[in-house]
């Protein structure tokens, strides 16, 4: 109990919330909802209020606490939600890994994170988590528990093992929860941590962009180890009591009937999904009209209401705009006041955003920089990073952006060389520093060619050492046995020496030229940034 001026005691937990309230309350709010649907398993809220308290309680007594980290390595799943809620409820946090991550990419993930628990799949990726622990040797700490099985070292069996009971902690809403591996701008990726209040601020924002209720069924199809699958609309129906309807990965063929029977009016998918879709439907006529057609309505012909006003905000702002994970999402939109002239749109309620200069004064075009609610506390074990990007009171995204004369923003590009691919960002030191790692290699430049269906794809420019042979299947070989597949380069093309600017960097411009870069992300862009 505190004690104010003026005489009043205040006990802080009356003004705190947390995500681990939310399934609290909505168990109170919803008996009977569905909160979470993953193939044949069905829980409402308080099945999932129960789930979480012994989830919680089982991690407790392997000494899990406030500050301590959970580790996912598998695909999209309801437990993804359960470890959250759980972690919520303990002041911990979890990371949902890549799947796609090579086994170095993962090694290098439990190494950097240093979880007390991992929990993993073996389906599909059992390989690469033996060969991420293998490489590990016997130094980790962690407890591990797969996922997708039963019995002894079974997570299900793990969570049975701990009570009901409410563990009732003291969280501290502005801790950490979930951690986003992004931004490997310097060569290694960096994990972003998301506050109870950062998710909250998110779920309330994205909530009206997309008109949300506890009526909503959203189709999580987008992976759960990026933002855009929480914004749009997984965090936004869950803090309002919506339903979550998860897929371990998207297949067409098995989206469309499931769209239909758990009557969604959300979905997170990709243009070329969605015209895949399409023309499955012709010929299945399932019954969409449910399905609010939102950002793609230009993409989803006669399957949904052509009147598609009624489901957008500002005639489909809520689709256009900019941000990155290290903003819990969208930190500019269309949705709020209009696009104007800026592709990006303005400001959302729990944001302030100021265009400033090295010296971090005020300037029509400069580094997009961002305050609120929706900042993240840093990067996970980055001190230098985070003293860096956090300088004059703002976080600095490293994207560049014009603030116009009517109010609204521009993303511009950004200050970092990035490429696009569907909605992944590859930076190319982390693709340059994999191929250079290979013995035949002297140096290498990483540009993007534009691909019509998924925006760019990877071009290796690469010189040899003197003497040493290598052919593009070898360098493309390298990199898929080391970091994700859709990192690795599409072509080769290989040089006696690099062109270098004036400074002696790496001259990407021409590289661009001479090989056909370009397509990068910037200009009249559908959600700019990252």
Known sequence: MQTFPGGFPSDPRARRLT????????????????????????????????????????????????GDRILWLGQNSFRIWELLGAAAKLGAMVCPGYWRWAAPEM????????????????????????KARAELGDGQRALWLRHDTGGPGSYEGFLASGSADDPDTDVDPDSALLVIYTAAITGRQSGSMLSHRNLLAMGASSAWMGDIGHETAFLSAGPMFHIGNYQFWGVPAFVHGG??????????????????????THA?????TIAQLVALNREAGHDLSHL????????WEGMVPTDVSRFTRNGGGEGRGYGQTEVTGFAVTGAYGGMGAGNAGRPGPFTAVRILDER????????????GDLVHLGYWNRPEINEERFRFGWWHTTDLGRREPDGTISFLGTTTRMLKSAAENIFPAEVENCIEAHPAVKEAAVIGVPNQRWSQDVKAVVVLKEGAEATAEDIIDHCRSRIASYKKPKTVEFL??????????KDYETLDTRFG????????TLGAGR
């Open 19 to 66: 995500f681990g309230d939310l399934v609290r309350e909505h168990r109170r709010s919803f008996p009977d909802a569905l909160a979470l649907v993953d193939g044949e398993t069905r829980l409402t809220w308080p099945e999932l209020d129960e789930r979480t308290n012994r989830l919680a309680n089982a991690l407790s007594v392997t000494g899990v606490g406030p």
């Open 107 to 130: 090694a290098f993930a439990v190494q950097d994170f240093d979880p007390k628990v991992v929990v993993w799949q073996d389906e599909e990726i059992g390989e690469t988590v033996a």
């Open 243 to 264: 339903k979550n309807v998860i897929v371990r990965r998207v297949v067409a063929e098995e989206l469309l009937p499931l769209l239909a029977a758990e009557q969604c």
């Open 268 to 272: 997170y998918l990709m243009p070329p």
């Open 292 to 299: 609010r057609a939102s950002v793609a309505a230009q993409v």
């Open 360 to 371: 971090g004064a005020e300037c029509e075009v400069g580094e997009i920089c961002v305050r």
């Open 496 to 505: 006696d020496a690099l062109p270098r600017t004036g400074g002696y960097a």
């Open 517 to 524: 870069g370009g397509g990068y992300p910037g200009g009249d």
